[in-house]
């Protein structure tokens, strides 16, 4: 009994980890122009990402250390510096998109102007994250955040032309008209948000604090393979709801308005509170996970006490951080940017960036000095080399693809 | 690695690049259209969101009022845009400018009958909303 | 101290198995990183590692320039730059996937900027819990 209580407590957790502003943007985005056209895109990130959070759940359980710990080890201080600059950078970047997401979710609610909430929410990030336990954020928000299914519940009230649907399932070519960077620059997008760098440092400092062991190495593998694959559907989720509702109108989506629109198509007021309150706890939950990570890297990096289980005041310097991330990241929504451009950005900034998460990854989790029995297999290194290679082909494309497409326009 | 591997790893990669962006470039030049073409399309798309805003303000209960305010606030901002886009542009495009205050006046008027609750104006507003958008697909053909 | 057995390893790698590694003092407290090695001319002429150094000072050492600006810069911003640390060999306890440190090693090698940033932070209520 036990043990399914933990299976699904994890599994929330890990869907909770996959799905967040930049889920829910580039999935609305893509359903309304390519329809599901882009699901083998989704498919392959939660491939890829099921293959490296196990990866780094291994590392966890067999060596009791998060994997940017062992990062700086591998890497020397120098290359693993830049790393940790760049990636510090892109989830900084990623914190203000759900921050700045979490006051639109609240705009939409109120009819009050974002900007005035973006005080309001980073505050109430920080004394969560102070006053609450690591556990229970994971769980209740985890939880929460499952109504976004409403998405996918959605498509059957919005009467489908359902062999249309099946048809863009299939398709891994642009349809007939679409320009081929403009495809690709949504691909890439689609893949970094289900990649995002992050989820990797919170997956695994998250093991470290919940205390994994090589003994619940089933469970935590049932839990990635289960709620990663959960995760990418209710993303799929939102971009069959604007396949079916906005791609046959021609519509562009730009704002976190449009992409909720289907939903008060098919369900209406109670639809919308449903909607709006997933929204909410998803990005209140990924900003949480992004906040703790700047912390975790800087704090594996220079070797100091970290962590939500140590006594606040003995881990200072980690605290520290993490609320001054939670500060410039305030600092940057607050000038007004739109929250959707932030998240953007920070897409093709995670893009570029990937290859430094993942790489150390795969080498780490082949090293028996660290892991012992527990290494990679055979299946689990193809997985991650092809991954990889896909990873790198995305960070070499992401910039040219962004320019050449302006955004995608 | 040698040199000269090296030399040619690089060389190819140039290619690469350069043969992408050529056909990168050309793909979408043929595909984005003029800048009065892109206008349309922003204002098409403005339109289509009070269309479904209109939608869902007739469900039943209806979505919330102030949900789908923001949402044509947004709209009404992207199409001033436009309009004041327009108004920059060389030559004449009095046929578009007409087109696009139309828009504009379509989300105010959807904006009034939401907050009214009037489900007859708003009604009328979605069948306006409808003939705006073909009006606008009818303009350019990339539509 | 035996030369020839040391934690029970005849020899060491210095550059893979203990620059850059954890620094762990007991009850898990995490000190630092091996960030620089004190090394000694014995009058034999070897080379005997004599303290572990940790400090982003003595990070500084290790980087090259443009890192080690940046690292400076980030020093002066937080209070900074302090001397590096020294934990003599005599205080290292185990080495494993981490080197173990004595508890007083550990915590005369606190960092000041977070003995600083400690009274700072006890001020906040809650700051004294205990962990969750």
Same mark, same amino acid.
Not at chain 1, 15 to 37: C, Q
Not at chain 1, 67 to 74: A, G, K, L, Q, S
Not at chain 1, 137 to 143: N, P
Not at chain 1, 219 to 244: D, E, H, K, M, T
């Given at each position: 009994?036990?043990?399914?209580?933990?299976?699904?407590?994890?599994?929330?957790?890990?869907?909770?980890?996959?799905?967040?502003?930049?889920?829910?943007?580039?999935?609305?985005?893509?359903?309304?122009?390519?329809?599901?056209?882009?699901?083998?895109?989704?498919?392959?990130?939660?491939?890829?990402?099921?293959?490296?959070?196990?990866?780094?759940?291994?590392?966890?359980?067999?060596?009791?250390? $998060?994997?940017?710990?062992?990062?700086? &080890?591998?890497?020397?201080?120098?290359?693993?510096?830049?790393?940790?600059?760049?990636?510090?950078?892109?989830?900084?970047?990623?914190?203000?998109?759900?921050?700045?997401?979490?006051?639109?979710?609240?705009?939409?609610?109120?009819?009050?102007?974002?900007?005035?909430?973006?005080?309001?929410?980073?505050?109430?990030?920080?004394?969560?994250?102070?006053?609450?336990?690591?556990?229970?954020?994971?769980?209740?928000?985890?939880?929460?955040?499952?109504?976004?299914?409403?998405?996918?519940?959605?498509?059957?009230?919005?009467? $489908?032309?359902?062999?249309?649907?099946?048809? *863009?399932?299939?398709?891994?070519?642009?349809?007939?008209?679409?320009?081929?960077?403009?495809?690709?620059?949504?691909?890439?997008?689609?893949?970094?948000?289900?990649?995002?760098?992050?989820?990797?440092?919170?997956?695994?400092?998250?093991?470290?604090?919940?205390?994994?062991?090589?003994?619940?190495?089933?469970?935590?593998?049932?839990?990635?393979?289960?709620?990663?694959?959960?995760?990418?559907?209710?993303?799929?989720?939102?971009?069959?709801?604007?396949?079916?509702?906005?791609?046959?109108?021609?519509? &562009?989506? &730009?704002?976190?308005?449009?992409?909720?629109?289907?939903?008060?198509?098919?369900?209406?007021?109670?639809?919308?509170?449903?909607?709006?309150?997933?929204?909410?706890?998803?990005?209140?939950?990924?900003?949480?996970?992004?906040?703790?990570?700047?912390?975790?890297?800087?704090?594996?990096?220079?070797?100091?006490?970290?962590?939500?289980?140590?006594?606040?005041?003995?881990?200072?310097?980690?605290?520290?951080?993490?609320?001054?991330?939670?500060?410039?990241?305030?600092?940057?929504? *607050?000038?007004?940017?739109? $929250?959707?451009?932030?998240?953007?950005?920070?897409?093709?900034?995670?893009?570029?960036?990937?290859?430094?998460?993942?790489?150390?990854?795969?080498?780490?989790?082949?090293?028996?000095?660290?892991?012992?029995?527990?290494?990679?297999?055979?299946?689990?290194?193809?997985?991650?080399?092809?991954?990889?290679?896909?990873?790198?082909?995305?960070?070499?494309?992401?910039? $040219?693809?962004?320019?050449?497409?302006?955004?995608?326009? | 690695?040698?040199?000269?591997?090296?030399?040619? #790893?690089?060389?190819?990669?140039?290619?690469?690049?350069?043969?992408?962006?050529?056909?990168?470039?050309?793909?979408?030049?043929?595909?984005?259209?003029?800048?009065?073409?892109?206008?349309?399309?922003?204002?098409?798309?403005?339109?289509?969101?009070?269309?479904?805003?209109?939608?869902?303000?007739?469900?039943?209960?209806?979505?919330?009022?102030?949900? #789908?305010?923001?949402?044509?606030?947004?709209?009404?901002?992207?199409?001033? %845009?436009?309009?004041?886009?327009?108004?920059?542009?060389? %030559?004449?495009?009095?046929?578009?400018? %007409?087109?696009?205050?139309?828009?504009?006046?379509?989300?105010?008027?959807?904006?009034?009958?939401?907050?009214?609750?009037?489900?007859?104006?708003?009604?009328?507003?979605?069948?306006?909303?409808?003939? #705006?958008?073909?009006?606008?697909?009818?303009?350019?053909?990339?539509? | 101290?035996?030369?020839?057995?040391?934690?029970?390893?005849?020899?060491?790698?210095?550059? /893979?198995?203990?620059?850059?590694?954890?620094?762990?003092?007991?009850?898990?407290?995490?000190?630092?990183?091996?960030?620089?090695?004190?090394?000694?001319?014995?009058?034999?002429?070897?080379?005997?590692? /004599?303290?572990?150094?940790?400090?982003?000072?003595?990070?500084?050492?290790?980087?090259?320039?443009?890192?080690?600006?940046?690292?400076?810069?980030?020093?002066?911003? /937080?209070?900074?730059?302090?001397?590096?640390?020294?934990?003599?060999?005599?205080?290292?306890?185990?080495?494993?996937?981490?080197?173990?440190?004595?508890?007083?090693?550990?915590?005369?090698? /606190?960092?000041?900027?977070?003995?600083?940033?400690?009274?700072?932070?006890?001020?906040?209520?809650?700051?004294?819990?205990?962990?969750?």
């Amino acid at each position: 009994m036990k043990k399914y209580l933990a299976l699904t407590l994890g599994v929330l957790t890990a869907i909770g980890g996959f799905v967040d502003i930049g889920d829910i943007v580039t999935n609305a985005e893509a359903g309304a122009r390519f329809g599901l056209g882009l699901t083998w895109v989704v498919v392959l990130g939660v491939i890829g990402i099921c293959a490296y959070a196990e990866m780094s759940g291994r590392i966890v359980a067999a060596t009791g250390r $998060p994997v940017y710990d062992v990062i700086r &080890e591998r890497l020397g201080p120098r290359a693993a510096l830049f790393n940790l600059i760049a990636s510090f950078i892109v989830t900084l970047l990623t914190l203000a998109a759900q921050i700045g997401g979490v006051a639109v979710a609240i705009q939409l609610a109120s009819g009050i102007p974002h900007v005035v909430w973006v005080a309001p929410v980073a505050i109430g990030l920080w004394i969560l994250m102070w006053r609450v336990k690591f556990e229970k954020i994971e769980r209740i928000l985890g939880l929460a955040g499952l109504t976004i299914a409403v998405f996918a519940v959605s498509i059957w009230w919005l009467d $489908p032309d359902w062999s249309a649907l099946s048809g *863009q399932v299939m398709s891994i070519t642009p349809p007939p008209g679409e320009p081929v960077p403009t495809y690709l620059y949504y691909a890439v997008t689609l893949f970094a948000a289900a990649m995002t760098p992050y989820e990797v440092f919170f997956f695994s400092s998250g093991g470290v604090e919940e205390r994994w062991t090589v003994k619940q190495l089933g469970i935590q593998r049932a839990n990635v393979l289960i709620g990663f694959p959960l995760g990418g559907l209710l993303s799929l989720g939102i971009a069959a709801a604007a396949a079916v509702a906005i791609l046959p109108l021609g519509m &562009e989506v &730009e704002t976190l308005g449009q992409v909720v629109l289907p939903i008060g198509l098919a369900f209406g007021l109670a639809g919308m509170i449903v909607v709006l309150f997933g929204f909410f706890t998803v990005m209140v939950g990924a900003a949480f996970e992004t906040a703790m990570s700047c912390g975790y890297m800087l704090a594996q990096y220079f070797g100091w006490q970290w962590g939500k289980r140590k006594q606040p005041k003995r881990a200072a310097r980690f605290h520290a951080v993490v609320a001054g991330s939670v500060l410039l990241a305030f600092l940057i929504v *607050q000038t007004g940017v739109d $929250p959707v451009m932030i998240t953007e950005v920070s897409l093709i900034g995670s893009a570029v960036a990937l290859p430094l998460t993942y790489l150390p990854v795969l080498i780490v989790a082949n090293d028996r000095q660290y892991l012992g029995d527990h290494v990679n297999g055979r299946f689990g290194n193809a997985v991650g080399l092809v991954t990889l290679l896909v990873v790198l082909i995305a960070a070499v494309a992401a910039i $040219p693809l962004m320019i050449a497409t302006g955004m995608g326009a | 690695m040698g040199t000269g591997t090296r030399s040619r #790893l690089h060389r190819l990669a140039a290619v690469f690049a350069l043969a992408l962006s050529l056909a990168a470039c050309s793909s979408l030049a043929a595909s984005t259209g003029t800048k009065e073409d892109q206008l349309t399309a922003v204002t098409h798309s403005q339109v289509q969101t009070a269309r479904l805003a209109a939608e869902a303000g007739l469900e039943d209960p209806p979505a919330p009022a102030v949900t #789908l305010t923001v949402v044509l606030d947004d709209a009404r901002t992207e199409l001033v %845009g436009t309009q004041e886009d327009l108004a920059k542009l060389p %030559g004449d495009h009095e046929d578009l400018a %007409g087109l696009v205050e139309d828009a504009i006046a379509l989300v105010d008027r959807t904006a009034t009958a939401i907050e009214d609750g009037d489900r007859p104006a708003l009604r009328e507003a979605l069948r306006q909303a409808e003939a #705006l958008a073909t009006a606008l697909e009818d303009r350019s053909e990339k539509l | 101290m035996s030369w020839i057995e040391w934690h029970g390893r005849d020899r060491i790698d210095l550059g /893979t198995q203990m620059l850059d590694r954890q620094i762990t003092a007991p009850e898990a407290v995490h000190v630092g990183k091996v960030d620089d090695l004190e090394l000694h001319f014995r009058e034999d002429g070897a080379l005997e590692v /004599t303290a572990l150094l940790v400090g982003a000072s003595a990070l500084c050492r290790r980087m090259p320039s443009p890192a080690r600006g940046l690292l400076r810069l980030a020093m002066r911003l /937080t209070g900074g730059p302090h001397p590096e640390r020294r934990i003599g060999l005599a205080h290292v306890v185990d080495v494993k996937s981490d080197v173990e440190v004595t508890a007083e090693a550990g915590e005369s090698a /606190t960092s000041p900027t977070e003995r600083q940033l400690r009274k700072f932070v006890s001020r906040i209520p809650g700051a004294g819990r205990e962990g969750s």
